[in-house]
């Protein structure tokens, strides 16, 4: 069975300093993976995903994540926060022909 | 697009009650998705549609859950009769036909209170 981790219930970071939100899966096969981010009552926002290709992918706000196979991680990174990022984040993973198993969310918290 | 679309955005009801929750996915959308979301279970996947047909509804916590797609720009997610412990946001999500490997697209979700 396919699964997320995402080790860190909430991450705090200073305003300016690079921000970074784990994640690890575990998955048969190539792993589909995705990052989404939640802001208070509002529905899940799709960040960025890596299916093939470049390893380090390049998403919305600023926001990447680098996708290492051997580590079975795809840690979200920016290298320079705002208060704005504050928010909800969940990492996903799936295959072909599974669904999405989301992790358990990091909340961000982002001080001026 | 106006995106995912769900009614009500809150709903508050008494326990006993039928609480009808719906969702509009994005036009050209193939895949729909119902969530639920609390703060015990986190995100958790109910049901999921391929071309209106049912395809998983594994998730479905017990009978008293229901969901239907009636055609390609509706869906419906029926609980009777509700109970406090399925208070909740419920998350109505869609993707095009690709499948798993594309991007899910959420809607902005129902909040229920079952009193």
């Known amino acids: 069975a396919q699964s997320v981790a995402q080790p860190e219930d909430q991450v705090n970071v200073a305003e300016g300093n690079p921000l970074t939100v784990k994640c690890t899966y575990s998955?048969?096969?190539?792993?589909?993976l995705f990052w989404y981010v939640q802001y208070p009552n509002r529905g899940l926002q799709f960040l960025l995903k890596?299916?093939?290709?470049?390893?380090l992918v390049k998403g919305s706000y600023g926001f990447e994540a680098e996708f290492n196979k051997s580590q079975t991680s795809f840690h979200l990174k920016k290298p320079s926060a705002l208060v704005s990022d504050s928010a909800l984040y969940f990492c996903?993973?799936?295959?072909?022909?599974?669904?999405?198993?989301f992790g358990g969310g990091t909340r961000l918290m982002v001080k001026p | 697009d106006a995106g995912v679309i769900q009614s009500p955005r809150h709903e508050v009801t008494e326990m006993g009650q039928e609480v009808t929750l719906r969702c509009k996915p994005i036009?050209?959308?193939?895949?729909l998705f119902w969530y639920r979301q609390t703060m015990m279970r986190g995100l958790e996947l109910l049901i999921y549609?391929?071309?209106?047909?049912?395809?998983?509804d594994s998730g479905m916590p017990e009978d008293r859950f229901s969901a239907k797609m009636p055609n390609a720009s509706f869906s419906t997610l029926k609980i009777q009769p509700s109970e406090p412990r399925d208070s909740a946001v419920y998350f109505c999500?869609?993707?095009?036909?690709?499948?798993?490997?594309?991007?899910?697209?959420f809607g902005p979700g129902t909040r229920l209170t079952v009193l």
């Open positions: 890596y299916i093939t290709g470049d390893n």
């Open positions: 549609f391929n071309n209106n047909v049912p395809i998983d």
């Open positions: 998955v048969s096969g190539n792993p589909y």
């Open positions: 996903a993973v799936g295959n072909a022909g599974n669904m999405l198993t």
């Open positions: 036009s050209g959308h193939d895949y």
């Open positions: 999500a869609s993707s095009l036909m690709v499948g798993f490997a594309d991007t899910q697209y």
